[in-house]
C-alpha cells in the first residue's frame, strides 16, 4: 500500500444508519451524502448498536438525536417535529424524514457539486425545486403523512418509496444479506436523482428567462397586463410564470398565455388557479366550448378560430390576432359579469 492509499483510508469518513429493513429515506441521504467531497468515499455502517455508531462520523436514520452540530440526524424520536420551515430551510411544512434533514443542511452545497456552478440564486432555485418535486414526497411517505385530505400536501412524482422497499429481501428468501441490494438501492435512487435535477438545471431553469421576459412584456400585448405571450412556447411556464406572480406581487394576476403550437398556429391558455389544478382564473366563453373551425368564427366572429377545448382551458386560433382577440373578448366578458355581481 502506498503512502497516499494510506492517507485515503486514514481520513475516511464513516457514514451510520440502521440495519435491517432499509427505507427511501437513509437511502437517499447516504447517496446525497457520498456525492460531497468530504463523505465521498465513507463506508456505510448499517447497525443499531450505540457503541459502532458513536464511532461514525455521521449518522442518518437511527440513533434518536437530531443535533446538526455533532452530526446526527435522526428523526424518530417522540419530540422532533421539525420541517423544512420550522428549521429554516424554506416554506415546506412536511416533517422531515433523514432525507430531508441531510438536504436541509447539505443540500445547498449538493446542488453547488452536482451542477459545477456557485451561482446563489441558481442554487437556491434548484434547492428548492428538488426539494418540492424530490425529496419532500420521501419526507411524507416515510413519516406516513397522508397526501391530502382534500388539497394535496405535497407532489408525488416518483413512487420512489415504494421501488426502493421492494429491493429488500424477501422473508422467505435464501440471501438475507441486505448490503448489496441497500448498494443497487442507492444507485437507483441516485439515478433519479441525478436526472431529475439535470432536468431541471439544463431545461426547466432556462424556460425562466423566456417567461420572466413574456411577463416583463405582457403591456405591450395587452394594456391589461392580464394576456401574456410567450415566445417560445414549447417551454414548461406555468410554475414559472405564477413563481414569478407571486416574487413580483403582480396585479392584476395574469389571466391568458398566448403560444405557438408545433404547426406555428396559436393557441390560447388559461392561467390554473394553482400548479396541478385543473381549474383557472377565467376560462375561454362558455359558448364557444366544444365549437371549431368555421362554425366557431361565425359564432365568435374572430377569423381563423380552430377550436375551444369543452372545458374551457384551451383554444386555438390560425394567427396571432386571431388567438389574441380570443383572450381579449373573454377577459372582457369576464370583467363585466364581475362588475355585475
Request: glycine fraction near 6%.
Given at each position: 500500500m502506498n503512502g497516499t492509499e494510506e492517507k485515503r483510508q486514514c481520513v475516511a469518513k464513516t457514514i451510520g444508519t440502521?440495519?435491517?429493513?432499509?427505507?427511501?429515506?437513509?437511502?437517499?441521504?447516504?447517496?446525497?451524502?457520498?456525492?460531497?467531497?468530504?463523505?465521498?468515499?465513507?463506508?456505510?455502517?448499517?447497525?443499531?448498536?450505540?457503541?459502532?455508531?458513536?464511532?461514525?462520523?455521521?449518522?442518518?436514520?437511527?440513533?434518536?438525536?437530531?443535533?446538526?452540530?455533532?452530526?446526527?440526524?435522526?428523526?424518530h424520536q417522540r419530540e422532533f417535529t421539525g420541517t423544512m420551515q420550522s428549521l429554516g430551510g424554506g416554506k415546506w411544512v412536511t416533517k422531515l424524514s433523514s432525507a430531508g434533514l441531510v438536504y436541509?443542511?447539505?443540500?445547498?452545497?449538493?446542488?453547488?457539486?452536482?451542477?459545477?456552478?456557485?451561482?446563489?440564486?441558481?442554487?437556491?432555485?434548484?434547492?428548492?425545486?428538488?426539494?418540492?418535486?424530490?425529496?419532500?414526497?420521501?419526507?411524507?411517505?416515510?413519516?406516513?403523512?397522508?397526501?391530502?385530505?382534500?388539497?394535496?400536501?405535497?407532489?408525488?412524482?416518483?413512487?420512489?418509496?415504494?421501488?426502493?422497499?421492494?429491493?429488500?429481501?424477501?422473508?422467505?428468501?435464501?440471501?438475507?444479506?441486505?448490503?448489496?441490494?441497500?448498494?443497487?438501492?442507492?444507485?437507483?435512487?441516485?439515478?433519479?436523482?441525478?436526472?431529475?435535477?439535470?432536468?431541471?438545471?439544463?431545461?426547466?431553469?432556462?424556460?425562466?428567462?423566456?417567461?420572466?421576459?413574456?411577463?416583463?412584456?405582457?403591456?405591450?400585448?395587452?394594456p391589461s397586463g392580464e394576456i401574456v405571450l410567450l415566445k417560445d412556447g414549447g417551454c414548461p411556464w406555468k410554475e414559472h410564470l405564477m413563481q414569478i406572480e407571486e416574487e413580483q406581487n403582480l396585479q392584476p394576476t395574469i389571466k391568458f398565455m398566448l403560444f405557438t403550437d408545433q404547426s406555428g398556429k396559436y393557441r390560447v391558455q388559461t392561467i390554473p388557479d394553482r400548479i396541478g389544478s385543473f381549474g383557472f382564473r377565467v376560462g375561454l366563453l362558455e359558448q364557444w366550448r366544444g365549437i371549431r373551425d368555421a362554425e366557431l368564427s361565425k359564432l365568435s366572429g374572430i377569423e381563423g378560430c380552430i377550436f375551444v377545448h369543452t372545458a374551457g382551458f384551451i383554444g386555438g386560433n390560425a394567427t396571432y390576432d386571431g388567438a389574441l382577440q380570443m383572450a381579449r373578448e373573454s377577459l372582457k366578458a369576464h370583467h363585466a359579469s364581475a362588475m355585475e355581481s
Open positions: 440502521h440495519d435491517g429493513t432499509f427505507h427511501c429515506d437513509e437511502v437517499l441521504a447516504c447517496w446525497m451524502l457520498r456525492q460531497l467531497p468530504e463523505y465521498h468515499n465513507s463506508d456505510i455502517v448499517r447497525t443499531r448498536n450505540p457503541e459502532k455508531l458513536s464511532g461514525c462520523d455521521i449518522v442518518v436514520d437511527v440513533g434518536a438525536v437530531y443535533d446538526p452540530a455533532v452530526h446526527r440526524y435522526d428523526h436541509l443542511h447539505f443540500g445547498k452545497q449538493l446542488m453547488q457539486e452536482l451542477c459545477k456552478t456557485k451561482d446563489e440564486s441558481t442554487i437556491t432555485i434548484l434547492y428548492n425545486k428538488m426539494y418540492e418535486s424530490f425529496v419532500e414526497e420521501v419526507d411524507a411517505v416515510d413519516n406516513g403523512i397522508s397526501q391530502c385530505d382534500g388539497e394535496h400536501r405535497y407532489r408525488v412524482t416518483t413512487q420512489l418509496g415504494s421501488r426502493v422497499a421492494g429491493l429488500n429481501p424477501a422473508w422467505n428468501s435464501e440471501d438475507k444479506d441486505p448490503q448489496p441490494r441497500f448498494e443497487k438501492a442507492m444507485q437507483m435512487v441516485g439515478t433519479e436523482f441525478s436526472d431529475r435535477l439535470a432536468y431541471f438545471k439544463d431545461s426547466w431553469l432556462s424556460a425562466r428567462d423566456l417567461v420572466e421576459k413574456a411577463v416583463k412584456e405582457r403591456h405591450e400585448v395587452d
